[in-house]
């Protein structure tokens, strides 16, 4: 089993709709981190949560929230979705005092 | 310009063959960095750490270049299965790492 797990893997919802990705992981790690991957853009940096009363924005947090449910638990919301947050999404943690992420297996979404 | 610039590819390189990328950062703050490969359609893994006196994992050589804000990844004797992307990722410090874009490798037999 993944140590880092995304659901849905595969979403196709309409303009407007609500979304939530899900992210749970069994490392232990503190923190958590969800991107966005496009093509010829890179990874980009939504949100990052240090601890669970630890929120933080990344370079491109409008139109997203997240809820650090518990230490292992980190969730995306598109309250309405648009079509350019069609992409591939990764949740992603890494221990405290490294810069090494460890990722999810994507969840790819696509806003019709 | 883009905090962290990588050139896109591809390379196209046969069997055996050495290839490098090079990976160029605008933070001179930045502290950590690493090269991560990406398969297509999978997650990014970490391929190594880049550390200031340069590092060896077997047939994959990472050099830091601190003056010149670049960092560099080498590939010798090339196989089939390290076509993939590679991406760089540069850490300023905190929770915030940036990639480049990536660099794709077809090696063909």
């Known amino acids: 089993d993944a140590d880092v797990t995304q659901t849905p893997r595969n979403r196709i919802t309409k303009t407007g709709k609500r979304i939530m990705l899900e992210c749970s992981q069994t490392?232990?790690?503190?923190?958590m981190y969800w991107y966005r991957q496009d093509p010829g853009l890179g990874l980009r940096l939504i949100y990052y949560?240090?601890?669970?009363?630890?929120?933080n924005k990344g370079e491109i947090s409008d139109g997203y929230s997240v809820s650090r449910q518990a230490q292992a638990k980190f969730s995306l919301s598109l309250e309405s979705a648009i079509p350019n947050q069609t992409a591939l999404y990764f949740c992603?943690?890494?221990?405290?005092?490294?810069?090494?992420?460890?990722f999810g297996e994507g969840s790819r979404l696509t806003v019709l | 310009r883009k905090e962290v610039e990588q050139d896109p590819g591809p390379f196209n390189v046969p069997e055996g063959a050495t290839v490098a990328f090079n990976c160029t950062y605008s933070?001179?703050?930045?502290?950590?960095f690493f090269w991560y490969r990406q398969d297509c359609r999978k997650e990014p893994k970490l391929l190594m750490s880049?550390?200031?006196s340069g590092n060896e994992d077997g047939r994959f050589t990472a050099q830091l270049n601190r003056a010149s804000q670049y960092i560099s990844l080498l590939i010798r004797d090339s196989k089939l299965s390290d076509s993939a992307t590679y991406l760089c990722?540069?850490?300023?410090?905190?929770?915030?790492?940036?990639f480049g874009a990536g660099t794709r490798l077809f090696v063909k037999a």
């Open positions: 992603a943690t890494s221990e405290r005092g490294t810069g090494e992420l460890f």
């Open positions: 490392k232990g790690h503190d923190r």
């Open positions: 949560s240090f601890d669970v009363k630890d929120i």
């Open positions: 933070n001179s703050a930045s502290q950590s």
């Open positions: 880049v550390y200031s």
């Open positions: 990722a540069v850490n300023s410090g905190g929770f915030k790492t940036i």
